[in-house]
């Protein structure tokens, strides 16, 4: 069972890395509800259960923002430990003057993009929904002693497909099609639903995000470009095949209509004869 979830992580992990340039060290945005789960369940020292659950060759570095130690703060006594211990992480910088919420100051973090590819652990059912709306953000949580990923949700696998139909000829309208049957979910979910314009801008955006993953990825899928050239028979030169197609009907056509001549002549001949004697 072990096993298998492992190796099922671990696709996870490829999968990112593949479709949205995800290289080591991985970096893990940590929220408080994910630092609390973390000391409830002793799944201590964090970095090396994160490590195992990434299959990663290191330590993965760990943050917070100064919006998620300062709501840590906010939940007092409860929360201390947790607070203790995220004051200890490394801060991704957020843009936020006065403190926002722990859920905003990650979306923010992320954008639309996930431009610093952020693992984001949390335990917060709501801004997992809202993060796997967002192409290239893959999302870990706990359950009880063990730790999760989340496997790449249907518009994220969407996505990914997008870049690699894109890499075959595809037109960015017809992208934008196909964007709207991925986005469906989104657009019904997200809180400015009614807002028309803003649907049609965060899809837009959606589009270059797509556009803009799969010029990066340095990473490109090996693909066969063609049958095998040592299996393969020679090519016969096309204009010969074509000129002696041209002549077999028409040399076949005129051998049959002297044959058809000739059989009349025999038959009339024959009849000659029966006349005659
Ligand atoms: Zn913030």
Do not use: W
């Not at 000391?39 to 259960?49: E, G």
């Not at 570095?61 to 607070?83: I, M, Q, W, Y």
């Not at 923010?108 to 709501?126: M, R, W, Y």
């Not at 730790?147 to 075959?168: C, Y």
């Amino acid at each position: 069972m072990r096993v298998k979830r492992r190796s099922k992580h671990r696709k996870v992990v490829k999968f990112y890395a593949t479709c949205f340039g995800f290289r080591e060290p991985y970096k893990v945005l940590v929220d408080g509800t994910f630092v609390h789960h973390l000391l409830q369940n002793r799944l201590l020292p964090a970095d090396d259960a994160l490590q195992a659950l990434l299959s990663a060759s290191r330590n993965p570095p760990l943050f917070t923002s100064k919006c998620v130690v300062a709501e840590l703060r906010r939940l007092g006594k409860s929360h201390a430990d947790a607070f203790d211990a995220a004051s200890l992480l490394a801060t991704a910088r957020c843009e936020h003057d006065k403190v926002v919420n722990a859920v905003d100051c990650i979306l923010s973090l992320i954008g639309e993009k996930n431009p610093e590819h952020f693992f984001v652990a949390t335990q917060d059912a709501d801004l997992r929904a809202k993060l796997r709306e967002v192409p290239g953000v893959p999302v870990i949580y706990g359950l009880k002693s063990s730790l999760f990923i989340e496997q790449p949700s249907v518009q994220q696998r969407k996505f990914a497909q997008l870049d690699e139909e894109k890499r075959l000829h595809m037109g960015k309208s017809e992208y934008q099609k196909l964007l709207n049957v991925a986005s469906e979910g989104k657009t019904a979910a997200s809180e400015n639903a009614s807002d028309d314009d803003k649907n049609k801008r965060s899809i837009g955006s959606l589009v270059e995000n797509a556009l803009g993953v799969a010029e990066k990825s340095k990473f490109k899928r090996k693909r066969p470009k063609g049958p095998n050239p040592l299996s393969c028979k020679k090519k016969k030169p096309k204009p010969q095949l074509r000129a002696s197609q041209n002549q077999v009907p028409k040399a076949e056509g005129e051998a049959k209509r002297k044959r058809v001549r000739k059989r009349e002549r025999s038959h009339k001949n024959s009849k000659q004869i029966e006349t005659v004697s």
